[in-house]
């Protein structure tokens, strides 16, 4: 399945994990809500990880040292490893001291995944198994919380109330504003979305100037976010005009 976080308007490829110790050792998780009071959080086990495919240096092409010395070796990425090379010469703007540019190589550096794309759904207990491909026509989707300012939000799914005990559903949470969780509240979702499904977020409190509905639409190979008069407006638009 293909993977998604969305958030409001936000509708980004892949799943965050995270390593978390549990009974003394790591395992990589997705993790849905948060601990605390008010609050409700569950992990969904990650298998394979250790064998996940590789992806692009996030620093390519980016900055990695000044060299105002003009003697100093090329720099490696912390990240991946790779060895900057030099990119000219500039000049500081405010002492006027002239350094080389080491510049990390905008076609070379890979690291292992750090967002989950694509995967499968393991049978049984909710976890999920790394897939470097996908044949799969589903889409796996974190829904977050997005409550404003001492308000709520939630998810339906097709006009009926996500719950935890809903088949789509995999995983329930929930986070919360406040020591006591009391301040703002909303449900977090990871959540299987079938060709076709609308997955409807709703929030209430002070949102200064957000909106306060979106609609999330999977069509088989991409999901896409709008509020419901965006969708409307679309389907207008798109709707050939009957001339009588």
Known sequence: ??????????????????????AGRPVTCVVVGERGRNRWE???????????????????????????TFAAT????????????????????????????????????????????HATVRPGRPALAVAAEDSDDRALVL?????GFRGSSGYRLN???LTREHPAVLAFGRRADGAAGRVADGTELLVVLRPGDRLRLWRTGRLYGGEARFEYRW???ELRAATPEEWAALEAALTEEVVP
């Not at 399945?1 to 549990?22: F, I, T, W």
């Open 1 to 22: 399945m293909h993977c998604y976080e969305v958030k409001c308007a936000s509708v980004a490829p892949g799943l965050p994990v995270e390593e978390r110790v549990l």
């Open 42 to 68: 569950e992990l969904v086990p990650v298998q394979g990880w250790s064998s996940r495919p590789t992806e692009a240096c996030p620093k390519r092409g980016a900055v990695l040292h000044h060299d105002y």
């Open 74 to 117: 090329p720099p490696a990425c912390p990240e991946c490893g790779a060895t900057a090379r030099e990119g000219g010469e500039d000049v500081n703007l405010f002492t006027g001291q002239r350094y080389r540019v080491f510049r990390h190589p905008a076609d070379a550096g890979e690291v292992p995944w750090r967002r989950l794309y």
């Open 143 to 147: 829904a977050r919380a997005a409550f």
């Open 159 to 161: 006009d009926e109330d």
């Open 219 to 221: 069509d088989g190979r």
